[in-house]
């Protein structure tokens, strides 16, 4: 069993830069393609990027391309998140999560590990 447990949220003005990281234990995440999800209060969980297993493929939301870089170090299990140009629209809890799948999937419902979550809040 995959636990995750992201860090490296926090509050930063807009046009800033957070760098996330999530950390795996009790199993490698080689395995799987990981993908990055936010949810603001009130909204359902939404997608953010995501990347396979071998690094050879992501996928990016259209809201975040060319701001978000998503990577990840299988040798050293853990998958991070490097945002730039945030806006307060980026504010939200951002949860990694783990997928099993052969195909990238922008839906939180093909996802079989969650991390906790952690808080970016991006103040204008």
């Known amino acids: 069993q995959v636990q995750l447990a992201e860090s490296g949220g926090g509050l930063v003005q807009a046009g800033g830069s957070l760098r996330l990281s999530c950390a795996a234990s009790?199993?490698?995440?080689?395995?799987?393609?990981m993908g990055w999800f936010r949810q603001a209060p009130g909204k359902e969980r939404e997608f953010v990027a995501v990347?396979?297993?071998?690094?050879?493929?992501?996928d990016y939301t259209d809201s975040v391309k060319g701001r978000v870089t998503i990577s990840r170090d299988n040798a050293k299990n853990t998958v991070s998140l490097q945002m730039n140009s945030l806006k307060p629209e980026d504010t939200a809890v951002y949860y990694c999560?783990?997928?099993?799948?052969?195909?990238?999937?922008?839906?939180?419902?093909?996802?079989?590990?969650w991390g906790q979550g952690t808080q970016v809040t991006v103040s204008s």
């Open positions: 990347i396979s297993w071998s690094r050879a493929r992501t």
């Open positions: 999560a783990a997928d099993g799948g052969v195909l990238l999937s922008r839906s939180p419902s093909a996802y079989e590990y």
């Open positions: 009790g199993g490698e995440i080689s395995p799987y393609n």
